[in-house]
Each structure stands twice: as structure tokens, then as C-alpha cells.
């Protein structure tokens, strides 16, 4: 165990975490079917590992993070707001939430986007091919008027359908009711894991209506916290980047990639400014891995989920993954 750089600076929220060992997290788990608010897919064991990250980042070690657990984004706000929790992860960027509960968010952890599923028989393989075809969401959803928005500004001329509940529409999905189903990638990807081979003859649309981020949301009164909290999630890219990973951060060697030092923590001015540990995120990474170690297995290629890395690859490699550098 080692302790984080005293910083006299510093707010209310990191001083109390600091004092207690312990990072409060607070994640939003699969809501009820009732709830037309929170329409992502269950992303709670991915946003659990973004808390492990947060706590290795803090305090070097595993097991020095607390996780709570929401039923919708706006329980998880409100407690951050009352400081029940330290921060929210897993939250849509919202101004109205974000004045009512006086929050600050990180940049994108992950990009949910508007996504169409559709029935192979159908030979939709486009959102073109959507013309003429019934496709379902959730009455009184942003899944229904972004839907409606995105393909009208195509002008494609589709038939709605829209169900009151979530589990009467999947039912529709099944049945074949729904020749195509819009609905947020993730949610998607649990639905096909949840049913299996009822939604073999399924495929997802690689294009998307609209981006639906999700962030990590907290407290306004601490930007020393919140700084913090904004250098982990960009240093979980820039580790992928660098080829930091669970494997070899431990017994990284400088190899000489001015980048990979400001990282590595070899020019200790990022980690200074923040009150860490001039290493820490090699020992986070040991921890947890970077980025892509992450999405893999929680909801990835290796997950239940099976999602592609599509825009939360890196920039490098075509996705919206540009984190801010770390130096």
C-alpha cells in the first residue's frame, strides 16, 4: 500500500477520500422495465471496472473502491449531489441534470450510439432498406424521436410502432412483429445475450442514428476531484495506445517514446499537478489494464454482450477514443 501526495488544494470530496481509504462509486444497473428514462443496456460491470480504475489510480491497490448501485442515471446525480457518493459512472451528459445537481462530467468513457437491429428475412441491410418496413421503440423515448428525426432527415419513410414497455417491445422483436427494433447499442447487445438463439437470425445496422455518451459525473465544489477523475479515464486510452498493458505495465522499461515517459510518469509534472504517485498509471493499469482490456471483457468480444469496438476504438484506429495527453 502507498499513500496519494498531500495537496492542500484540495476539496471536500478528495480530502474525505483520501481520510477514509475509500472511493465511493456509484453505477446505474439495469433499470425497471417500467423506465422510459434509462433505455442503455445493463453497463454496470464495465462502469464497475472504470471504479476500479479510479481507486488503483488513488490509492495503488484493488479493493479500495465501494460500489453502489442506481436504477436510473438520475438517483446516481442525486447522489453525488448529496455526497452519499463520490462520483457516478455510467451517466448521459445532461445540462438540465447537471445544473440541478451541481455536477461536472469527464469525457466519454463510452459511446452508446442509436442503433437498428433487424430481422435477416427482411433483407434490411441498410437504413435505406428501413422504407416501407415497421421498426419499434419505446413510446416517449429519445429512442423514438431520434428515430424519427434521423430517418426523415434521410427521407425514408418507415411505419412506427411503438410499444409502452420495454419487454413488450423485445416481445415484438421476437415474434417478428418488428421487422427492425431502434434502440441503443448496448441495450442491443443485451437483448441478443439475453436471448440467444430466438435473435440468431438478427443482425445490428453498422451505421447509427445518434451518439448517446456515457460519462462519469462529479461534484462541482472538488475540480481537484474532478481533474483526477478526467486524467484516469484519458489515461485508460493513452495505456492501450502506448501498449501499457495488465502484463507488462509492472515491469515496463523506458523505451525511450517521450509520450510513454510523461505516461510511465519518468517526467513526474502530470502526476505532480494531480497529487499522485509518480507511477500511478502503470500500477493502475497493472491493476485493471487499459482501455481495451476493459471494454473486452465487460462488454466486448470476450463479454456476454459481444459489442464491437466500433467508435470506442481509438483514433488511431477509426473511433472517437482522442483522449486529452497526460503530461
Partial sequence: MFLVASNAEAGDVLSRIRAAGTLRCGVVAEPEDWNKVQLHGNMAVFDGEICRALGAALFGRDKAVAISSFNVEEEALQAVHAGKIDVAVGVTPNVSARARNQVQYSPPLFFDTLSVIVHRVFNIKTFADLAGKKLCAVDGTDSEALTEWALAARHIKFIPFMFQEQGEMEDGLLTKHCQALAAPLSKLGQMRATYGAR?????????ALALLPLNAASATTDPDFAAIVDATVAALAQAEEAGFTMANAA??????????????????SAANALGLPKDWVLRMVAIVGNYGEI???????????GLPRGLNALWTNGGLLAPDPVR
Fill in 199 to 207: 435473435l440468431a437470425d438478427t443482425a445490428i445496422l453498422p451505421d
Fill in 251 to 268: 515491469g515496463w522499461k523506458d523505451d525511450g517514446n517521450v509520450a510513454h515517459e510523461r505516461l510511465a510518469g519518468i517526467d513526474p
Fill in 295 to 305: 471494454y473486452d471483457r465487460t462488454v466486448g468480444t470476450a463479454s456476454p454482450l
